[in-house]
C-alpha cells in the first residue's frame, strides 16, 4: 500500500472511531450512528493492530486480517461484558477504544524504533565521511526516489 | 548496384511524407489494452443485473409453490443470470487481470443472489435467524444468557456480539441486521477465500473463478443471522493467516542447510532449464518448488508474532460463538501442519486445550442443568434447515425433486472438485494442500450430532476448498493458455450453477418466507400473552419467532415432523387444554408458512391447516384473540372446563 492510501486508510479509521464514539456515547438518533458504529466495529479495531503492519501484506490480506480480528475482539469485548455481569454498549464501546489504543501504541513503539535506527544510520554514515556517499549527478535535477543521508525516503 | 539503392533511398525518402498517418496510432496503443474490452464487460454485466432485477421484481411471490423461487423466475431473469456469467467469462479471457472490473462482478452476483431476494421479500426470511434475533433480543435487555434454556446461549459470542452491535448501531437495528446478513457474509467470506486463493495457486484466473464458484455453490444456507455465519468467516480467517504467514519457506530461496534442500535447489534449476520434456521426469523425482504454489510473502519475526497472536484472539472468538466451528478449525490446522505447509507444530494442541477449557469450564452451567436433553437440543439445531435435506427425502413430488435438484447440484461441485485436483496434479503440482482441506471437515460428521444435517455443515466448511479446486479444473497450470476449450466449458459450468443456485437456495422459499401479516401476529402475541403461556403451532420451525421474550412463552408443536398428520378439530382443542397450566394460557397461533408447511412436509394439502383454521374460529370453543389474512392467534374460549384463558386482548384488532 502507497503511503498516501495508508494515510487516507488512517484518517478514515480516525473519521470512524471519533464519529462510532461521539454518536454511541451521545446516544443520537441519526441513520449515520448504525453505518459509522459498524464499519468501525467491523474493521477499526483490528487495523489498529495490523493496519501499520509492515509484512508484505498487500490492501487485501490486510483488510481480511482487520475484518477477522476486529470481529474476534468484539466478541471478546461483549463476551467479556456477559461474563463480568456489566453489559452495557457504552462500556464496550470504550473498551474496543481502549484496546485500539493498545494497537496504536505497538505501532508507536515500531515507528520510534525505526526512527531510532534510521538515526544510528545517519550519524554513523557522518562518522564515515570516506565513504562515498551517495550523491545525486551534477547536472540532473535530484529525482524524489532518492535516498538522502539521514534516510528519509527509500532504503539505505 | 548503388543506383538502384539510391533510387530505393529516395523513394523512401519521397514515401515519407504521406507517413504523418502513423503517428497518431502509437498513442491510442498507449491506453492500456482491452479498456474497450472491459467497458463491454460493464454493460453486459449492467444489463444481465437489471434484466434480472426486473424479472425478479415482477415475480409474484403468493404464487410460491414446493417447487421453490426457480420456477417462479421469468425468462428475463434467467437471461439476466446468462449475461452476467457471460460477462464473467470474458473477463477471465481478457489478457491481463482486472481486479477491478472481476471484483465488481462479484458484488453484482452476490447482490442479485441474496440482496435482490431480500429487497422484494418484505420481511426477512428464514425461522433460525428469528429465533437468534430472539437470544440476541434476550441479551441486550437482561445482558445475561439463558444456559438453561437453550443449548446455544452456552456459545454465546455471537448473540453477544450483536446485541452490543445492535444496541450501539440504534433503534430497530436487528431486523436490519437480519435481513442483510445474507449478503454481508457472503461478501466478507470472498476476502479470505481471496487470500487463500492467492497463496494456493499462482494465477488469477484461478483465483477468481474460485471467488465466483464460491458464490454460486454456497446454497446450504449458513450465511444467515447465525452463530455458524459469523464462525465461517473467522475459519476462513484463521487459515488465511496461516497460509499468508507461517508457511515453510519457498525452497528455491531458503539457505541450503541439508542435502534435501540442496536437491530442491538442483531440482528447480532442472525445472526451469528443462523445458524439454525429456528432462521433466528427472526433475519430478525430488520435491521442489511447487508450480502450483505461490511464494510466501517475506515476513520479520515480530510481524509473526502479532500474527499467532491474531490467530488466538480469532480462534478464542470463534471457540466462544459456535460448538462445531471449533473443531472445524482445528481439522483444517491438522491437516496444514500435517502437510507441513504450515510451521507452527504445537498449534492445534494449543487449540483444542482452548476449546476443551471452554467447554469444561464455561458451558458447564448447561452440562450440569440439563446434560440429559444436551444431545436432544443440539439435535433440534437440525431442523434450522438441512434436516429435511439429509439421507430421507419427504414431502409432495415438487419438493423431492427440489431435494434431488439439491443433491445433484452438490454432487456437481464435488465432481468439479475431484477434477480439479486430478488436473493440477497433471499440470506439475505436487502439492495437496487444498485437496487436504477439503477433505478434513468430514471429520467432523463423526464428532458432532447434527443429524441429516451434517453432511451440509460439511459441505460449508469444504466448499471454499472444492471451489477452489473446481477453479483448478478449468485453469489448473501456472500460466495457463487461454484456451478457449476451458473458457467455454467455464461458462457452460455458471449457466448450469446459477438457476441451479436458484433452485437449490430458494427451494423452501414458500414456508420459509415470511410476510408482514405473520410478524404482526408474532407482535400480537409478544405484546398480549401473559408470562408462563404456550405457544401452540401445528407443525415445527414455521413461526417467525420467537424474537421477543424468549425466556418466558413456551413453544409447542402439535405435529412432530415425520408423522402423518391426524388431527381434528376436537383433538387440536384437547392438545391446547392439555397446554393450559397454571403459569400460563395456551394460545394457538396459525400462520401461513405452517400451511406449506405441512403440505411439503407432513403430507396434507396447504387448505388443511386453512381448513382448521376455519373451523377453529367458527367453533365456540375457541375465541380469535387476532386475526390477518396471513396468520391468526386464538385462545380457549373460557369454558367451566378449562382453565382460565389468556386475558381478553387489549386493542387488538379482531
Not at chain 2, 270 to 281: D, E, F, G, I, V
Amino acid at each position: 500500500m502507497s503511503g498516501r492510501a495508508a494515510r487516507w486508510c488512517w484518517t478514515a479509521w480516525a473519521v470512524a472511531a471519533a464519529a462510532a464514539a461521539a454518536l454511541t456515547l451521545t446516544g443520537a438518533t441519526t441513520p449515520l450512528r448504525p453505518v459509522a458504529t459498524w464499519l468501525f466495529l467491523a474493521l477499526g479495531p483490528g487495523w489498529a493492530f495490523v493496519g501499520g503492519a509492515r509484512p508484505a501484506a498487500d490492501p487485501l490480506t490486510r483488510v481480511t486480517v482487520a475484518l477477522g480480528l476486529s470481529i474476534a475482539i468484539d466478541i471478546t469485548v461483549a463476551q467479556g461484558m456477559l461474563l463480568t455481569d456489566s453489559w452495557s454498549p457504552r462500556t464496550g464501546l470504550l473498551a474496543v477504544l481502549a484496546v485500539c489504543a493498545v494497537g496504536l501504541a505497538l505501532h508507536a513503539r515500531r515507528a520510534l524504533r525505526l526512527r531510532r535506527t534510521r538515526k544510528l544510520v545517519g550519524s554513523l554514515h557522518a562518522q564515515l565521511p570516506q565513504l562515498p556517499s551517495p550523491t545525486v549527478p551534477a547536472g540532473q535535477p535530484s529525482s524524489p526516489g532518492i535516498t538522502t543521508a539521514n534516510g528519509e525516503r527509500g532504503t539505505p | 548496384m548503388t543506383e538502384p539503392a539510391g533510387t530505393a533511398l529516395r523513394e523512401l525518402e519521397a514515401a515519407r511524407p504521406t507517413r504523418p498517418v502513423r503517428p497518431p496510432l502509437p498513442r491510442p496503443r498507449r491506453r492500456p489494452p482491452g479498456l474497450r474490452a472491459a467497458a463491454m464487460v460493464l454493460a453486459v454485466n449492467l444489463t444481465g443485473a437489471g434484466l434480472y432485477w426486473l424479472g425478479l421484481r415482477s415475480v409474484d411471490l403468493r404464487a410460491l409453490d414446493d417447487s421453490g423461487l426457480v420456477t417462479l423466475l421469468p425468462a428475463a431473469a434467467l437471461a439476466g443470470l446468462a449475461l452476467l456469467a457471460c460477462a464473467f467469462t470474458v473477463t477471465l479471457a481478457l489478457r491481463r487481470e482486472r481486479a477491478g472490473l472481476l471484483a465488481w462482478q462479484l458484488l453484482v452476483l452476490v447482490a442479485c443472489l441474496h440482496a435482490a431476494v431480500a429487497v422484494i421479500e418484505q420481511v426477512p426470511r428464514f425461522q433460525t435467524a428469528w429465533v437468534h434475533a430472539g437470544f440476541t433480543d434476550y441479551i441486550l435487555r437482561t445482558g445475561a444468557t439463558l444456559p438453561q434454556e437453550d443449548a446455544r446461549f452456552s456459545w454465546p459470542g455471537f448473540f453477544a456480539v450483536s446485541a452490543f452491535a445492535a444496541q450501539a448501531g440504534g433503534e430497530g437495528a436487528v431486523t436490519q441486521l437480519l435481513r442483510w446478513t445474507p449478503t454481508l457474509s457472503n461478501l466478507a467470506y470472498l476476502l479470505p477465500l481471496l487470500v487463500i486463493a492467492r497463496a494456493m495457486t499462482t494465477h488469477w484466473r484461478a483465483r477468481w473463478l474460485a471467488a465466483w464458484l464460491f458464490v454460486l455453490g454456497n446454497w446450504v444456507a449458513q450465511d444467515y443471522y447465525s452463530p455458524q455465519g459469523l464462525a465461517f468467516l473467522l475459519y476462513l480467517v484463521i487459515v488465511a493467516v496461516a497460509l499468508t504467514w507461517f508457511r515453510p519457506p519457498y525452497p528455491e530461496l531458503a539457505p541450503a542447510r541439508t542435502s534435501r534442500d540442496l536437491l530442491a535447489r538442483a531440482q528447480a534449476l532442472l525445472r526451469r532449464a528443462s523445458r524439454p520434456r525429456l528432462l521433466r521426469p528427472l526433475a519430478a523425482l525430488v520435491p521442489g518448488p511447487d508450480p502450483g504454489l505461490r511464494r510466501p510473502p517475506e515476513s520479520t519475526p515480530s510481524d509473526r508474532g502479532l500474527m499467532l497472536g491474531v490467530l488466538l484472539v480469532v480462534f478464542l472468538a470463534i471457540t466462544v460463538s459456535h460448538q462445531l466451528t471449533p473443531f472445524a478449525v482445528i481439522a483444517a490446522v491438522a491437516v496444514l501442519v500435517a502437510a507441513d505447509r504450515v510451521t507452527l507444530r504445537g498449534l492445534p494442541l494449543l487449540l483444542v486445550t482452548l476449546v476443551a477449557v471452554w467447554v469444561s469450564w464455561m458451558t458447564v452451567a448447561y452440562w450440569s442443568g440439563n446434560l440429559g436433553t444436551m444431545l436432544g437440543s443440539l439435535g433440534s439445531l437440525a431442523t434450522n434447515l438441512g434436516d429435511n435435506l439429509g439421507d430421507r427425502i419427504v414431502g409432495t413430488r415438487e419438493r423431492q425433486l427440489v431435494q434431488y435438484g439439491r443433491i445433484a447440484f452438490t454432487a456437481a461441485v464435488l465432481a468439479l472438485a475431484a477434477l480439479g485436483a486430478v488436473r493440477r496434479r497433471r499440470a506439475g503440482s505436487a502439492d495437496r494442500t487444498i485437496t487436504l482441506l477439503a477433505l478434513a471437515p468430514f471429520i467432523l460428521v463423526a464428532l458432532q450430532s447434527y443429524g441429516g444435517e451434517a453432511l451440509f455443515r460439511v459441505y460449508f466448511f469444504a466448499l471454499p476448498f472444492l471451489a477452489l479446486l473446481a477453479a483448478l479444473a478449468f485453469f489448473p497450470t501456472r500460466a495457463p493458455r487461454r484456451s478457449p476449450a476451458a473458457l467455454a466449458a467455464t461458462l457452460a459450468v455458471s449457466l448450469v450453477l446459477l438457476p441451479g443456485f436458484v433452485m437449490a437456495r430458494y427451494g423452501n422459499e414458500v414456508f420459509e418466507r415470511y410476510t408482514p401479516g405473520e410478524i404482526q401476529a408474532m407482535h400480537y402475541v409478544y405484546d398480549h400473552v401473559p408470562t408462563g403461556s404456550t405457544v401452540v403451532t401445528i407443525a415445527p420451525s414455521n413461526l417467525p419467532g420467537p424474537s421477543e421474550r424468549v425466556e418466558d412463552i413456551r413453544y409447542v408443536a402439535v405435529l412432530e415432523e415425520g408423522r402423518k398428520a391426524r388431527l381434528d378439530l376436537a383433538g387440536l382443542r384437547r392438545r391446547l387444554a392439555d397446554h393450559q397450566t397454571d403459569a400460563g394460557p395456551a394460545v394457538l397461533v396459525l400462520t401461513r408458512a405452517q400451511r406449506f408447511y405441512v403440505q411439503a412436509n407432513l403430507g396434507r394439502p396447504a387448505s388443511w391447516v386453512a381448513d382448521l383454521e376455519d373451523q377453529a374460529r367458527d367453533s365456540a370453543a375457541f375465541r380469535v384473540e387476532y386475526a390477518n389474512p396471513d396468520a391468526a392467534v386464538l385462545t380457549l374460549a373460557a369454558t367451566p372446563d378449562t382453565l382460565p384463558a389468556a386475558p381478553a386482548p387489549q386493542g387488538g384488532p379482531r
